[in-house]
């Protein structure tokens, strides 16, 4: 028999050395982020210091926000892409997130930094007060008032547009006009508070005599009522009628959330319910809103960080006066009319803290839904 060759042994591979990064490569990253920021900041010099005539400057500035976003991007995407793979890989997310992170560092957390500093200074922000201010919120009548009623807007209002929009798209998937019916009750969130608050301010008007041309007082006169002072005698029940504009809006938002999450429930399980002999009542609570549970608390928390923060309708509507105040109307009086920095940064601080843990909860949720 011929001789078997042996079975060569393999030499171990060794790993390929990744490729180093040239010093060209950074130089050149540098150069283009160096470029970037002295070429945008004197385009942004020379319009904040422009004559030119005030639409053609807006007008360049629009193009300048295209184009600018644009060639950032790009000469900086291009120069990662000088880098070797495993470097680029790593780096070319941040080029996408990067310029979002600044602006919104520089638009939100350095102004909240910035306001957490000035409250603990007096009214000037020359003398360093420690936690006077966020005691005096505390023993102020005015503030009891405004937390009392902000507690309102949160509580009354978002049950109610919760409930209503939850009620409705239930309502609006079986009947055969839903397409209408979702447009007219949606149609409120086509405008702003200050729009709806001067069109609720003409329903709620009122006028010494017999002439009303307040719509809900029209409608009492008509049926031998007597008009009434809805927003400024009747307190605390000026509040609710406040709240309701609320309402009118934030239903519609709802409506459509909850109407989209009702349609993502599975018609076999609602059929295998109706073949067991549970009626719709029992369907509701014992499958559709456990299943749409999740959404039910997203549009909660939602609309609890609108409550929070309402200012428009108010300022709108009553000013703040007749007992009306939120805790954002006596910020603004505070700081902008009372020029009173200190107390101001605080309540401003105060409304942060307490729409912080709506928002964590947002965020929480989003996570469990692999939003991100």
């Not at 007060?129 to 009548?141: E, K, P, R």
């Not at 009628?241 to 959330?257: D, R």
């Amino acid at each position: 028999m011929g001789a078997q060759s042996q079975p060569q042994p393999q030499m171990p591979t060794q790993p390929q050395a990744r490729p180093t990064v040239s010093l060209k490569s950074v130089m050149l990253s540098l150069v283009v982020l160096l470029a970037n920021i002295v070429v945008n900041g004197a385009i942004f010099l020379f319009f904040r210091d422009s004559t030119l005539n005030p639409l053609l400057t807006a007008v360049l500035a629009v193009l300048w926000g295209v184009l600018g976003v644009y060639l950032i991007y790009y000469t900086l995407t291009w120069a990662v892409e000088q880098y070797p793979d495993h470097i680029r890989r790593k780096v070319l997310p941040y080029i996408f997130i990067g310029p979002a992170v600044i602006i919104l560092g520089w638009l939100l957390v350095l102004p909240a930094l910035r306001t957490l500093y000035l409250s603990f200074f007096n009214a000037s922000s020359e003398k360093f007060v420690g936690l006077s201010n966020y005691a005096a919120i505390f023993s102020d009548h005015l503030m009891a008032t405004a937390l009392r009623n902000n507690l309102l807007w949160v509580f009354v209002g978002t049950l109610a547009c919760v409930a209503f929009g939850l009620l409705i798209a239930i309502l609006a998937d079986r009947s055969s006009y839903e397409k209408i019916a979702k447009s007219i009750i949606f149609m409120p969130m086509a405008i702003s508070f200050v729009a709806a608050g001067v069109i609720w301010k003409f329903v709620y008007y009122y006028q010494p005599g017999d002439e009303q041309i307040g719509l809900l007082n029209a409608i009492v006169t008509y049926f031998g009522g007597e008009p009434q002072a809805w927003t400024s005698m009747l307190q605390p029940w000026n509040n609710f009628f406040l709240i309701i504009i609320l309402i009118w809006m934030q239903t519609g938002f709802a409506m459509v959330i909850f109407s989209a999450a009702i349609k993502g429930v599975p018609d076999d399980i609602l059929e295998a319910a109706r073949v067991d002999g549970a009626n719709e009542v029992k369907i509701f609570f014992g499958i559709m809103i456990p299943y749409i549970s999740s959404t039910i608390l997203t549009v909660t928390t939602t609309i609890i960080v609108f409550t929070l923060k309402i200012f428009d309708v108010v300022m709108v509507m009553t000013g703040g006066q007749y007992d009306t105040e939120v805790v954002a109307t006596q910020f603004y009086r505070q700081f902008f009319m009372y020029r009173n920095f200190g107390y101001g940064s605080t309540l401003a601080i105060v409304l942060l803290i307490a729409v912080l843990p709506v928002i964590i909860i947002n965020l929480r949720q989003f996570r469990k839904q692999g939003g991100f």
